[in-house]
């Protein structure tokens, strides 16, 4: 399984982005899909995750009603679209895939993830 993150660069306050993660080895759609940020002395966070299979969604607070997640499974594609960025979404971003037994349980932390794509740096200016 191997992932591709792309899409982040510098963007004012109110701007948007989209970073894609590009996913390749899978034999199946039973997994889940998330999206991590790193601040510099910061933990890595989860922002959002999506079961592949049914769709089901999650959103870290400070991001929801301004991030989308979804799945173009023939494009074995995750999208973030993020709107209304402000300056504390600043940080690098994974993508990650968790595909053992329970995985949309497994992706509620970062331990649950089996593979890490790399990171895409996210600028935010104010």
């Known amino acids: 399984v191997q992932l591709q993150a792309s899409g982040g660069g510098l963007v004012q306050a109110g701007g948007s982005l989209r970073l894609s993660c590009r996913a390749s080895?899978?034999?199946?759609?039973?997994?889940?899909i998330g999206w991590f940020r790193q601040a510099p002395g910061k933990e890595r966070e989860r922002v959002s995750s999506?079961?592949?299979?049914?769709?089901?969604?999650y959103y870290e607070d400070s991001v929801k009603g301004r991030f989308t997640i979804s799945s173009d499974n023939a494009k074995n594609t995750v999208y973030l679209f993020m709107n209304n960025l402000k300056p504390e979404d600043t940080a690098v971003y994974y993508c990650?895939?968790?595909?053992?037994?329970?995985?949309?349980?497994?992706?509620?932390?970062?331990?649950?993830?089996?593979?890490w794509g790399q990171g895409t740096q996210v600028t935010v200016s104010s």
């Open positions: 080895g899978f034999t199946s759609d039973d997994y889940a």
């Open positions: 990650a895939a968790a595909i053992s037994d329970g995985y949309w349980s497994l992706s509620r932390e970062k331990n649950g993830y089996d593979s």
């Open positions: 999506i079961s592949i299979r049914d769709g089901n969604t």
